[in-house]
């Protein structure tokens, strides 16, 4: 063996000296039978043995092997028209699976046929198919969800023993610089995992749908279209939050979201329970928070308009008016807290009454014309509820 080395390495070393003398492209007779000696040593080159794995490897690896059973893969479809033509998918993402009775989390953009960011509600796809990791698929019907939040539980018709629910983490406990993990189903890659840190906290982000979701975690672990409704882990393999969108060029490997868990661990027993959160009825708008910055409001929220015999109206709530050429008159009353909860936004006010819709009678504390009263508005529920609004 050791000849036939040495063989050709002389045959190389002779082989580029005459080269050089050769015009370009065309091989010599000494090239040619350097080529044929190399052919005859071919074979497998041998294994380098290996260490054991990095402590965080094996942590990674471990992760990985107990979260995957909890992640699923979504797929849409929107039944056709037309008897002869078939059925359309019409989008795909990841959920997690979130108790032992069937449920399964995802985002709401995920089960929407054609969520187009700023334009409202959209219609729910046809059929919903979960794919467990085992590779078994159950169909799947959503029964809670919260535009507002981005969130849809779904109830998975799969046999109970299949579905493992993940530890749930506390995101009030989060640091910036701690590891995070992200696994999911990015451009129908099923249970890829990414790593990261949370590169921020507390956070507003605009949802698919064109609704402001606030306390939300930034991370750089690598989230893809497909990765939405997917889990993000602490290094223990707890949840800490669920995966949703992604800013960057082509919405690809930029920086990326998730809904903190304790949005989730708030919100999803209620969607469980109620099927939507509770709608209230105060009957104002709040001004675009745009136009209140305009007006010099940067805290609480404007009122905009007030309904006709409404809660609002009743109170004594003023409404911004304007005269015929669209100029200022008089502003409107400015909210400035909620049952003695300061308010930041109209986002923040709706989260608050659809989270924890309160009974009776709330109080606001108001300011208008320079002096701050306080405002009791008597709460109903609408017969026809007003889902899913920024206006309250």
Do not use: C
């Not at 990674?60 to 028209?81: D, G, P």
């Not at 509770?278 to 805290?299: N, S, W």
């Not at 003023?318 to 308010?343: H, N």
């Not at 014309?369 to 529920?381: A, F, I, L, P, Y």
């Amino acid at each position: 063996m050791r000849s036939q080395v040495k063989t050709l390495g002389m045959l190389l070393a002779l082989s580029a000296v005459l080269g050089a003398q050769q015009k370009e492209g065309k091989i010599t007779t000494r090239e040619a039978e350097a080529i044929k000696v190399a052919r005859k040593g071919a074979k497998p080159r041998p294994v380098a043995p290996r260490p054991p794995l990095l402590a965080m490897e094996q942590n990674a690896a471990k992760l990985f092997r107990n979260a995957k059973q909890s992640v699923v893969y979504i797929t849409s479809i929107v039944r056709s028209a037309n008897p002869v033509m078939d059925d359309t998918p019409s989008g795909t993402g990841s959920g997690f699976v979130w108790d032992d009775q069937g449920h399964v989390v995802t985002n709401q953009h995920v089960v929407n046929t054609d969520a187009v960011k700023g334009q409202g509600p959209t219609d729910e796809a046809d059929v919903l198919n979960v794919t467990l990791a085992d590779g078994k698929t159950y169909k799947a019907q959503v029964i809670g969800r919260s535009l507002s939040y981005d969130i849809a539980v779904l109830q998975v018709f799969a046999p109970l023993e299949s579905l493992k629910p993940l530890p749930l983490g506390k995101s009030t406990e989060l640091l910036v610089g701690q590891s995070t993990y992200a696994i999911g189903n990015p451009y129908g890659l099923d249970h890829t995992l990414t790593s990261g840190i949370v590169s921020a906290l507390n956070r507003e982000i605009s949802s698919s749908l064109g609704n402001a979701i606030r306390g939300v975690i930034q991370t750089d672990a690598a989230i893809n279209p497909g990765n939405s409704g997917g889990p993000l882990l602490d290094s223990a393999g707890r949840l800490i939050g669920m995966n949703t969108s992604v800013i960057g060029p082509g919405n690809k490997a930029g920086i990326g979201f998730a809904i903190p868990v304790d949005t989730l661990n708030r919100v999803v027993p209620l969607l469980i329970a109620r099927g939507q959160l509770e709608p209230v009825y105060l009957g104002f708008t709040a001004l675009i928070p745009a136009y209140a910055r305009a007006l010099g409001v940067t805290h609480g929220v404007m009122v905009s308009d007030v309904e006709a015999d409404s809660p609002a109206s009743r109170a004594g709530l003023q409404p911004l008016k304007l005269d015929r050429e669209g100029r200022v008159v008089s502003l409107g009353d400015i909210l400035l807290s909620y049952q003695g909860t300061p308010i930041l936004n109209g986002v923040q006010l709706f989260d608050l009454l659809e989270v924890d819709p309160p009974k009776g009678a709330v109080v606001f504390e108001v300011l208008r014309g320079g002096q701050v009263s306080k405002v009791t508005v008597r709460v109903e529920v609408p017969k026809e509820p007003k889902k899913d609004k920024a206006p309250v």
